[in-house]
């Protein structure tokens, strides 16, 4: 598998490509967006692993602009942990959204599900297992191209239609009430449309789902959390990124 790298700091670059050749991938690095285009028309990558931070272009629009041009998958790399950079990658037609610092072994696993789902032009890519790997300290969702351009956060399945935002679903354009577990699995098949999929694949599709939404919302969530409980003082933020909650006192 080929992997195309938009990573604006070298040595991550270097120590992210060196990572993926040691589990036998091919890595292509570019630091800026006007290389990054280059790249991805010379080299037809099976995958594009883009970090937001460049300098010389918006990376948002950088996205975008690489979805336009074809199908390749986009797996947005990011220390940005906000829930609006999130959802405003996957609008723009990032397959995926991993929050720096991740662990090398996710980033291959997710790599692989984006590149499974669209199609590699090399089958075995997507096949056998990666070694477990070390964490990388570089970081989202398909918005495949459809006639009726529909908004990223509805999917169409034949007369259905998902809402995920509002979590609703439309059937012949009429309101259907479904309990919050069939509307899960419901969305689950619906972003696999004509794939047939096991039980724990769907499990695993509803959990990745919630994973992606609740990782973006924790910091903001924690925020909120921390401010409810100003008085009491129990939870804490030692480090910029880690928080903690005070040990429990004994009641007298």
Known sequence: MKLLVVEPNERVSVALGAALEEQGLEAVSASTGAAALSLLDRTRPDAVLLDLALADCDSFWLCGAIRATGSVPILVTSARDDH????????????????????????????????????????????????????????????????????????????????????????????????????????????????????DRIVEEIVRAHRVSLRATVPARLATLRDRLAPARLVDSPEDGLYSIRQAQPFA
């Open 84 to 199: 609006q950079s999130c959802v405003r990658a996957l609008d723009l037609g990032a397959d995926d959204y991993l929050v720096k610092p991740y662990n090398l072994a996710e980033l291959l696993a997710r790599t692989r599900a984006v590149v499974r789902r669209n199609g590699p032009a090399d089958p075995s890519v997507t096949e056998g297992a990666s070694r477990p790997g070390p964490t990388a300290d570089t970081a989202e969702e398909t918005l495949e191209d459809t006639a009726e351009e529909p908004l990223p956060d509805l999917l169409l399945a034949g007369r259905v239609r998902v809402d995920l935002r509002e979590r609703a679903v439309l059937v012949d354009g009429a309101p259907t009430e479904l309990p919050d577990e069939e509307f899960d699995i419901l969305a689950a098949l619906a972003r696999r449309p004509g794939e047939a999929l096991s039980a």
